[in-house]
């Protein structure tokens, strides 16, 4: 029902068109970490994009949730083949560190995204509220892309009071 106006109105009344939604545990997502893992080269080719994913595991690490965003066909539309997988590796190693446990003892991973993604959403807004989880950037460089987390630089400089009260060099 719902292919007219009139069997539309039978099964649904006088309202708007339903939006449903469903509770899903996540997505499974590509992780250069794990050697059985494969990426796909062609999304066009849905043999290869199924036995690809196939090899792929349930994550909810932020940088490799953003970065399988960013190959997919709905989402930023990057050619695997542009994608430093090396660089959103070291990312992913960040995001998985524990920082803390839970009252339950349960450990926590520094960084996740945990939430609901649907599809009349625009990939830039997507995207954005995806790096809010890590306060990360999406980095193209030299033809190569890929997601960075807020990894806290080493200091080159400690600035302390004698510089402030003393003669500038």
């Given amino acids: 029902p719902g292919t007219n106006f009139n069997d539309f109105q039978e099964m649904w009344g006088n309202v708007k068109a339903p939006n449903p939604m469903a509770l899903v545990k996540g997505r499974k997502v590509y992780d250069r970490r794990d050697p059985t893992q494969i990426m796909w080269s062609d999304?066009?080719?849905?043999?290869?994009v199924?036995?690809?994913e196939a090899t792929w595991t349930w994550s909810n690490n932020a940088a490799l949730v953003?970065?399988?965003y960013l190959v997919?066909?709905?989402g930023g539309r990057v050619s695997p083949a542009r994608m430093n997988y090396d660089k959103i590796a070291e990312a992913a190693n960040y995001d998985d560190e524990l920082v803390g446990t839970t009252t339950e003892g349960e450990l926590i991973r520094r960084h996740t995204i945990d939430g609901v993604i649907t599809l009349n959403q625009s990939p830039n807004s997507v995207i954005a509220s995806m790096l809010s989880a890590n306060r990360?950037?999406?980095i193209q460089r030299a033809g190569r892309v890929w997601v960075s987390s807020s990894q806290p630089l080493t200091p080159i400089l400690t600035i302390h009071d004698g510089l402030l009260t003393g003669g500038i060099e």
């Fill in 43 to 48: 999304p066009r080719d849905a043999d290869e």
């Fill in 72 to 74: 997919q066909p709905y």
């Fill in 50 to 52: 199924a036995a690809a």
């Fill in 66 to 68: 953003q970065a399988d």
């Fill in 136 to 138: 990360g950037f999406v």
